[in-house]
């Protein structure tokens, strides 16, 4: 699930994309060819994901610009074995060397790619293989090199999912086991709740560190005797934020580390990784026994985390109604239609919680012909979209408001224009809206209709939604897209930032 900072920079980057669109001289890219990669640790008999990371920092993006990523696997492939996972990218192999190809996206990221190191089972324990990974493109070039290295295996397992149910405002207590499954002492563990930015930490343990916006961390230095299982000495008690809306169920995440497998997740890469994990709470330490000290790595990391599921109750809730129109019109000629919804209250939505919110499928015989930059084909390749907001043609859109929230009694609308291929009939197209915990799903589906006749609109309306229209004017939309340049100009490094460091994590 992306947070709400993320939703606020995808409504800036499309604003702004329609801008680049316009612009009568294009801009050439400035900036610089990054790429990130972090070590890792790898038992003897096991193997260890690592990942790569290529990014243009700089603006404009250079979107469909081709990159071609070289990796000298020899060392690792004499440690024990080395395969890439390459979704996005297309690799071959010559013996040692990997070569993958791809493009960047509009917003200058190209896909992750994933890679996998084995080490033999005879592999000695502090044995390392170097990686060296090579980046090209005509915007720049750029190396970087990471290390396996050989430790010793220990297996960190805990229950696989709590529920928790309250009302808004409502505090809670969360406690966790850990259990280590062996072969032998695991020395020292970490904690890691991620959790909906609606639920927050509210202790004040000591070993125990919290920062707006990011995950609690609690650090123990505790020795894990091999079959032994231990619980938190007291649960970490955690508030919902009194503006959550009623019905939601909102996911969070527990999850045990090694601290060799944290201290990686941490110094991933200079400006995209966690801040250290300095304790700051000033109470009592929260324990789990003892330890002395060797390096690690969890070598079954899928059975070390808990999905934590919170349902919000109470009648704090919300109605979204999907709102159509209606047009007459002649075969050959363009006319214009909108799409809407609604929020009837009485509590704000977070809009992003569902991707596409809203969904609008052109009737039948017609072909969209403008399309605001709000929205963008959904396709095989599903949404949100790349580089093709406003994109004329698609049978099906999905449309963003660029916004964070809807408030109670706010509507967004978003406009089309369709051209009329053939007509025998009325032909209508669907507006949906999908929003979790919706009070009244019988409005959640209205109608776009074009019926035979002399062109003109005939009103907008739906299942359950209400009539008239506050159709999008040409002046309000380039203030929209003026103001979403100087907001992107403003918050692209830093949610570049943000980006890298909210995707570092690998389960």
Do not use: K
């Not at 200079?270 to 969890?298: C, N």
């Amino acid at each position: 699930m992306l947070r709400h900072s993320v939703r606020r920079w995808l409504a800036a980057t499309a604003v702004a994309a329609a801008i680049v669109t316009l612009a009568a001289v294009p801009a050439a890219a400035a900036g610089q060819l990054r790429l990130a990669s972090r070590d890792v640790l790898v038992a003897p008999g096991h193997s260890a994901l690592g990942q790569i990371d290529v990014r243009f920092d700089g603006y404009p993006a250079p979107h469909g610009v081709p990159v071609t990523l070289e990796i000298d696997a020899a060392e690792a492939a004499a440690l024990g074995g080395f395969e890439v996972t390459a979704g996005g990218w297309q690799c071959t192999r010559d013996r040692d060397l990997v070569r993958c190809t791809t493009a960047f996206d509009r917003w200058g990221y190209t896909p992750r790619l994933y890679y996998q190191v084995s080490a033999r089972a005879d592999a000695a324990l502090a044995e390392e293989a170097e990686l060296t990974f090579t980046v090209t493109s005509t915007v720049g070039t750029a190396t970087r090199s990471s290390t396996a290295t050989v430790v010793e295996g220990v297996d960190l397992q805990t229950e696989p999912r709590t529920t928790l149910r309250g009302a808004p405002g409502a505090r809670f207590e969360l406690s966790s086991t850990v259990r280590n499954a062996g072969p032998g002492p695991a020395d020292g563990a970490v904690l890691v709740l991620t959790a909906d930015w609606l639920l927050e930490y509210a202790g004040n343990f000591r070993n125990c560190r919290h920062l707006e916006s990011r995950p609690t961390i609690c650090r123990f230095d505790t020795e894990l005797r091999p079959g032994a299982t231990y619980r938190l000495s007291a649960p970490l008690p955690l508030v919902l934020n009194p503006t959550a809306r009623s019905g939601l169920v909102l996911t969070n995440r527990l999850q045990w580390w090694t601290p060799d497998d944290w201290a990686l997740a941490e110094r991933a890469e200079p400006g995209m990784s966690l801040p250290p994990d300095t304790p700051g709470g000033t109470g009592e330490e929260l324990r789990l026994v003892e330890q002395p000290a060797t390096r690690q790595t969890d070598t079954a990391p899928w059975n070390n985390w808990t999905a934590v599921d919170l349902t919000v109750t109470g009648d704090q809730t919300a109605d979204v109604a999907a709102i159509g129109s209606s047009v007459r019109a002649r075969v050959g000629e363009r006319v214009p239609v909108t799409a809407a919804y609604h929020n009837l209250g009485p509590t704000r939505v977070e809009i992003w919680r569902t991707i596409p919110l809203l969904r609008v499928r052109i009737p039948e015989g017609t072909t969209a012909v403008e399309v605001t930059h709000l929205c963008a084909p959904i396709d095989a390749n599903g949404w949100p979209p790349v580089g093709d907001d406003g994109e004329p043609g698609a049978r099906e859109y999905g449309c963003h408001s660029g916004t964070d929230f809807a408030s109670a009694g706010e509507r967004f609308e978003f406009a089309f224009t369709l051209r009329v291929d053939r007509l025998t009939g009325p032909t209508s197209g669907t507006v949906t809206v999908d929003v979790p915990a919706d009070t009244n799903p019988a409005n959640d589906t209205a109608r776009i209709t074009v019926t035979p006749g002399n062109g003109g609109t005939g009103g907008s309306g739906g299942d359950g939604g209400d009539g008239g229209s506050l159709p999008i004017t040409g002046a309000s939309t380039g203030l929209i897209a003026g103001l979403g340049a100087l907001l992107l100009a403003a918050g692209l490094t830093g949610y570049l930032l943000t980006r890298g460091r909210r995707t570092r994590f690998i389960a």
